[in-house]
């Protein structure tokens, strides 16, 4: 038995790639394996569902044991008639639809630094800030002084696209408590 995620994107070349990632457990524990990419010719579930069952016939995998399925919440992938997890229910009864974990925490990280003015004031105001002291080196003395010399408090300016950087602003200024709070 495993599992089966599908997941899209543009390339450089404005071609929609699919990728196709099996997920099983053995003696080793649980596994992922990059069965394949794909260029996309056609986005309906049909031919998602055609796709991947060209791709585990070439892997020797039986569709039937496909016990489970994560993709995003596209209505190709999840619509109930003719979305990718209606079409693959078909030839694997058995199997679950459930939403990829990673679009699930990008919708959460979205929702959550953009829709609440709040949290985007925050960190607008974080980013503006890094980048006042960062501009003059008599501006970042003066927050060298200001803060211990022992603190590992700094100034972190925020990237628009890198969640990571949001986090690493706030706790390079509030510390690890400080996201807590």
Aim: net charge negative; aromatic share 10%.
């Amino acid at each position: 038995m495993f599992s089966i995620q599908l997941d899209t994107t543009q390339d450089i070349s404005v071609q929609d790639q699919c990728t196709v990632v099996v997920r099983y457990v053995n003696s080793k524990g649980i596994q992922e394996m990059l069965l394949s990419v794909v260029t996309i010719q056609k986005s309906t579930g049909k031919s998602f569902a055609d796709m991947l069952s060209n791709i585990l016939t070439e892997s020797d995998l039986d569709v039937k044991k496909c016990i489970g399925n994560a993709t995003d919440g596209a209505a190709n992938m999840q619509g109930q008639f003719n979305g990718f997890s209606a079409w693959l229910e078909k030839l694997s009864p058995n199997q679950v639809h459930i939403w990829c974990y990673a679009h699930i925490l990008n919708l959460v990280v979205i929702e959550s630094t953009i829709s609440p003015l709040n949290a985007a004031a925050l960190f607008v105001t974080l980013n503006d800030v890094a980048i006042f002291f960062k501009e003059s080196y008599k501006r970042m003395n003066t927050w060298v002084d200001v803060i211990e010399t022992n603190d590992k408090r700094r100034l972190q300016a925020i990237g628009n696209t890198r969640w990571w950087s949001k986090e690493k602003a706030l706790t390079h200024i509030f510390g690890d408590e400080g996201l807590y709070l």
